[in-house]
């Protein structure tokens, strides 16, 4: 089965956190919510993960309805459990309310199986002046790879 490879990414983590751990978790989807994911018509941005009697949860990631639906269409922007082992909960609820740390979401893919997954990370949020020493950095980097192509 051919199957295309979808990479559905959250642009502003990398700019708006500094990102410390990365865990791999599933997604509670409901109804038609997986067809949508896999036309790629999902979006991560402004989206958080929050802890509730010891499970986590993904707020403001937005899965557009399925034009197929009909009236059993999905809630374009519910809250949605994540599925991690309890020893990765634990270890997440701890560092979150010890050093003021937040999760995030980074990516979403389909495994090989071809269920959907999402990539959460520990994060730091940046100050204003690393985030310009952030984009610096990346200015200058793609002027040494101009360099180096020209050579």
């Known amino acids: 089965m051919s199957q295309s490879k979808i990479n559905i990414r959250n642009k502003r983590s990398t700019f708006d956190y500094e990102l410390i751990e990365r865990f791999s978790a599933g997604i509670q989807l409901a109804g038609t919510e997986i ?5 790629g018509k999902a979006s991560l941005v402004d989206s958080y993960c929050y802890f509730v009697k010891g499970e986590l949860w993904l707020k403001g990631m937005r899965v557009s309805e399925y ?25 997440l609820e701890r560092k979150t309310k010890e050093s003021g740390l937040t999760i995030i979401p980074v990516r979403l893919f389909l495994n090989d199986r071809g269920l959907a997954k ?5 994060a730091k949020g940046k100050k204003q002046h690393d985030k310009r020493d952030t984009l610096k950095q990346k200015v ?9 192509k020209n050579f």
């Open 35 to 39: 067809k949508s994911i896999r036309l």
């Open 67 to 91: 034009f197929y639906g009909t009236y059993n269409n999905h809630q374009p922007e519910r809250d949605r459990k994540l599925l991690l082992n309890r020893k990765e909960l634990v270890k």
């Open 118 to 122: 999402i990539e959460i990370a520990l």
């Open 140 to 148: 200058a980097n793609r002027e040494m790879d101009r360099i180096r």
